[in-house]
């Protein structure tokens, strides 16, 4: 294993290690907007045939009443997944710590596991008086590690990272923001689509089943509808699958499963599931909750939620559309009117070539 400064042809190498141990983009936009932007950074990465690891350090001030301190900020440091829990990150750290130190830095800052870094000498940056600039961050995760204690003697106050922080930060909490509403946006567009497939049928067909292996709409229903109140229900803090539901009843229908009932439990499963994605706000995105006993963070809750109920919704419009036949009602654009459905989400029409009729020869 090789611990050697970054060079210009590893970029997009870093780039891809540090979207796989962050599992999103920002991290990687951070390093690429600070590798244009600031000329006194130190990075690193970790190569054995190719780049597995990457660290960075960018500078940090401490201005206190008497004097303003340059140090430097550990962040972002990643590994690849596969690779993880080999000690990369620690010989990452190490090598980053001990080039700092010949340099001179006084103080080396990170938020980070309060587990993980003082076995590097770094302890929590209250006990020295230093505070984070950002809200929230707990006690413990805020640490410095003190390369000069002369140089730090008296010093106290808030450390500022460079503005590029808060700047890629508030980028990814409006991507974020607009994740949970989208998320809700989509869902309501499920319920209507299946709405209006159902409103498509007589009863008759909504508890038809085409053979006696196939799931009536009915039966799709009330699925939907109890595996909604299992999930949503106490989201955020109880397990997705609740000790008191019947899975297999799910799938059965008797005398009280009329029509109205029917949509009854259908409208509650689905008011539970936009109340608690209404009830979530950025933060609750880091989450881990869990399904059936298994860690899942919330954002994968979420997705594997739209994509079980999407899937549903998908049969439940192709049996109505079965049952409807000719007198079926498109849901989307109808057969062989592309043309004239040709537009932009604002609603005007895009700039689309007319069909051109040829002659013969």
């Known amino acids: 294993m090789t611990i050697r400064p970054e060079r210009s042809e590893d970029a997009s190498r870093v780039r891809h290690v540090n979207e796989l141990a962050f599992g999103q983009p920002m991290e990687a936009d951070l390093v690429e907007r600070l590798r244009q932007t600031c000329a006194d950074s130190l990075s690193l990465v970790a190569e054995e045939d190719a780049v597995v690891g990457h660290i960075l350090f960018t500078p940090v001030v401490i201005e206190s009443a008497e004097r303003r301190v340059l140090g430097m900020g550990l962040a972002p440091m990643a590994v690849l997944p596969g690779r993880q829990r080999q000690g990369i990150g620690s010989q990452l750290v190490r090598r980053g710590l001990d080039i700092l130190r010949e340099r001179g830095c006084p103080f080396v800052v990170v938020v980070g596991h309060p587990e993980y870094y003082p076995r590097f000498g770094f302890e929590p940056a209250s006990t020295h008086r230093l505070a984070s600039q950002w809200d929230g961050v707990p006690d413990a995760a805020f640490m410095v590690l003190i390369l000069d204690a002369?140089?730090?003697?008296?010093?106290?106050?808030?450390?500022k990272y460079r503005d590029e922080f808060s700047e890629v930060a508030l980028e990814g909490e409006m991507i974020e923001r607009q994740y949970l509403e989208d998320c809700l946006l989509q869902l309501r567009k499920l319920k209507e689509q299946a709405e209006?497939?159902?409103?498509?049928?007589?009863d008759e067909h909504v508890f038809a089943a085409l053979d006696p292996e196939a799931n009536s709409i009915a039966v799709i229903m009330k699925h939907m509808a109890g595996n909604m109140r299992s999930r949503w229900t106490d989201f955020l803090t109880s397990d997705g699958e609740k000790p008191d539901r019947d899975r297999d009843r799910e799938f059965e229908l008797d005398s009280a499963d009329t029509r109205a009932n029917i949509f009854s439990v259908w409208n509650d499963g689905w008011s539970r599931a936009f109340q608690a994605l209404s009830s979530l706000n950025v933060e609750d995105l880091g989450?881990?909750?869990?399904?059936?006993?298994?860690?899942?963070?919330?954002?994968e809750a979420i997705n594997r939620q739209m994509t079980h109920y999407a899937a549903h919704v998908g049969q439940i419009v192709l049996l109505a559309k079965h049952y409807a036949g000719s007198n079926w009602q498109s849901l989307s654009i109808p057969r062989g009117k592309s043309k004239e459905f040709d537009v932009a989400k604002s609603g005007a029409a895009y700039d689309v070539e007319p069909d051109v009729k040829r002659s013969g020869a």
């Open 150 to 159: 002369h140089a730090m003697a008296g010093v106290s106050g808030v450390a």
């Open 196 to 202: 209006k497939a159902i409103g498509q049928i007589g």
């Open 287 to 299: 989450k881990t909750i869990r399904i059936r006993g298994e860690d899942h963070s919330v954002i």
